[in-house]
């Protein structure tokens, strides 16, 4: 994913707000509802930058599809709800399952080994990706991604 210019967030911020009210919450409602503080969480709503993970927690609070704040924030005008649940995990459709598996194994990186080298976390992130599609988690290159 390519760094999101300002209005591209600030697109964002307004989806974020817009569902806030929606769920009749006040910001720090909103931000325990995420696990973030309340610092955090307005960085979200100022349109400021901010990590993948708090992206991750605003979406799973607001009820929006994982992957929803990033898909907005590429050009998508409403954020995506979460699909069904199914075995306790919602699923949703995946536009690039490949580039979701990578910022997973990033965000774990980052939140373990905060230390390591984007070289080696990249190789890691390649690694783990093909040892999924190798296991059959993920499709093979070219097929639907899709959950089904």
């Not at 349109?47 to 993948?52: H, L, M, W």
Request: with cysteine; aromatic share 4%; hydrophobic share 45%.
């Amino acid at each position: 994913m390519t760094i999101p210019s300002h209005a591209d967030r600030l697109r964002l911020a307004k989806l974020v707000i817009h569902r806030r009210r929606e769920l009749g919450w006040h910001k720090v409602d909103a931000a325990k509802a995420a696990g973030l503080t309340h610092t955090t969480y307005m960085r979200v709503e100022n349109a400021q930058s901010v990590r993948d993970v708090t992206y991750s927690a605003v979406e799973k609070a607001f009820g929006w599809a994982p992957g929803a704040c990033h898909a907005v924030l590429e050009g998508l005008e409403e954020a995506p709800l979460a699909g069904d649940v199914e075995g306790g995990a919602r699923f949703a459709p995946v536009v690039n399952i490949d580039e979701e598996a990578r910022r997973a194994v990033q965000d774990v990186v980052i939140a373990v080994t905060p230390e390591m080298p984007a070289g080696k976390m990249a190789e890691l992130e390649k690694g783990i990706v093909e040892m999924l599609r190798q296991r059959g988690v993920i499709p093979p290159r070219g097929e639907d991604a899709t959950p089904r």
